[in-house]
């Protein structure tokens, strides 16, 4: 009889272990995004194109300042960073019932980014090989912000009154 426990009990905790796994991991309701602590990362000012397992009728973002999402189809959204930080999506079925919940992790750009640091203050470039522009982000000083928005203003302005001349 004692040979028989020792033989039952790692068989059955052999063949129990991929049910009870399969029980108690959430089941991923998105492919082919990047993946970090079972949720999604995006980089500031980008977008990602993901991919749900099932079909999504409805899809909410918990802070839309932080990532906004763009329904593509039922099995395809974009996916925009916007600013830095942390939030969540909840994708429902066509019945309203949830079959995704994922974070969403929208980090700073590394590639092609320079922070000036000039005492406390921090000023944000984006740069090529050629040159790099102001790209204020969260935290950088109020001043440098708005310069950086009045000047993108007034090119825009320009830009809109040159292309009204010429017609």
């Given at each position: 009889m004692?040979?028989?426990?020792?033989?039952?009990?790692?068989?059955?905790?052999?063949?129990?272990?991929?049910?009870?796994?399969?029980?108690?991991?959430?089941?991923?309701?998105?492919?082919?995004?990047?993946?970090?602590?079972?949720?999604?990362?995006?980089?500031?000012?980008?977008?990602?194109?993901?991919?749900?397992?099932?079909?999504?009728a409805t899809l909410f973002i918990g802070n839309t300042t932080i990532a906004d999402v763009t329904v593509i189809d039922s099995h395809h959204a974009y996916l925009l960073g916007k600013t830095f930080g942390a939030t969540n999506m909840i994708g429902l079925d066509a019945n309203n019932h949830q079959v995704m919940n994922a974070q969403i992790n929208v980090t700073n750009r590394v590639v092609g980014s320079v922070t000036l640091n000039r005492g406390a203050e921090t000023y944000n470039y984006s740069c090529t090989q050629m040159h790099c522009e102001t790209s204020p982000r969260p935290g950088d000083p109020t001043s440098y912000v708005s310069t950086t928005e009045t000047t993108a203003q007034q090119h825009d302005a320009n830009a809109r009154a040159a292309v009204a001349s010429n017609r």
């Open positions: 004692r040979a028989f426990r020792f033989v039952f009990l790692p068989a059955a905790i052999f063949l129990l272990t991929p049910v009870i796994a399969a029980h108690a991991a959430p089941k991923h309701a998105i492919k082919g995004a990047i993946h970090a602590n079972d949720g999604l990362t995006v980089p500031m000012d980008e977008a990602r194109i993901i991919t749900f397992t099932q079909p999504v």
